[in-house]
């Protein structure tokens, strides 16, 4: 049974940093795109970042290129959105999902597996 746990969410000020964890297991994710997705209340689930478990490639959408980082640490089976320089309009629930496909893709439908969602709040 494929799981995402995702962890590291919380309140934080205007310009801080957060670092989201997102636990993997259940089957082997080499194979596997890894991203990160994010809603906000009133507005549709977005395309945060992607990473090639394999390769380590990564996508990331235009509005969190050069403040957040994805990356994934294999012996943990497990993928990391580091977040800097966040701002209110970052505040939304996080959410890890799983892709069996070899391309970065920014469409929610191309992820089958997804976890539960942690809240970042940022305040002002």
């Known amino acids: 049974q494929v799981q995402l746990v995702e962890s590291g969410g919380g309140l934080v000020q205007d310009g801080g940093s957060l670092r989201l964890s997102c636990a993997a297991s259940g089957r082997t994710f080499s194979s596997y795109v890894m991203g990160w997705f994010r809603q906000a209340p009133g507005k549709e689930r977005e395309f945060v970042a992607a990473?090639?478990?394999?390769?380590?490639?990564?996508s990331y959408a235009d509005s969190v290129k050069g403040r957040f980082t994805i990356s994934r640490e294999n012996a943990k089976n497990t993928v990391y959105l580091q977040m800097n320089g966040l701002s209110p309009g970052d505040t939304a629930v996080y959410y890890c999902a799983a892709a069996p496909t070899y391309f970065l893709s920014n469409s929610d439908r191309a992820y089958q597996y997804w976890g539960q969602g942690t809240q970042v709040t940022v305040s002002s």
């Open positions: 990473i090639r478990w394999s390769s380590g490639r990564t």
